[in-house]
Every structure is written in structure tokens, then in C-alpha cells.
């Protein structure tokens, strides 16, 4: 069983809030952490810009990315939204063993 850390950043965190519930609701995801504001600098059409995001932890399987994916990108603002994924190399067994038993069982 794979698990991965789904980051993804909103402007809002009603944003951030509506996205998370569904992918739980879903069981897409056991878990989302939410932060509080942070600072992203980037560049986006040529220009270098700065903003105000909240940042979205998405604790799931690998197998389930494609779908998680397309639920963020369907309820997302951004034309381009962040939508990356982390390996997580080890956890407890009871961590691990929860999320397994939380996420949506797939064939």
C-alpha cells in the first residue's frame, strides 16, 4: 500500500475548507490539514507575484491521486492550480493502518 501527501494551496480557506470536506466525504482523503496564511512568491505570466495562500495537506493512497486530483481541479478557482504529490516513506503502523482503513476501497 502506497500513501502520499497531496499539497495543493487556495486563496481562501472557505476554499480550502469546501475542498477538503469533499475529499473526505468522498474518502479520497482521511485527512486535511489546513494552515494558516502563508506567503507564496512565483511567477505566473512573466511576472514574478506574491499572495496570500492557505495550504492544503492531503493525506490518501497513490492509487487514488487521479481522483482526488480531479476533485480539486473541478473546485478550484486557480486557471492553474498547485497539485503535487509526496511519497510518504514511513509512518506509525496505527497511523498508516488508519488511513487504510478510512480511504475509499478500490478493485
Known sequence: MSFIQVMTTTETRQQAQAIARRLVEDKLAACVQ???AIESTYLWQGRIECSQEVLCAI???EDLFPQVEAVIKKMHPYET???IALPIAKGSKDYL???D???LKTG
Open 34 to 36: 489546513i494552515s494558516q
Open 59 to 61: 493525506k490518501t493512497r
Open 81 to 83: 492550480p498547485e497539485i
Open 97 to 99: 493502518q488508519w488511513l
Open 101 to 103: 482503513e478510512t480511504l
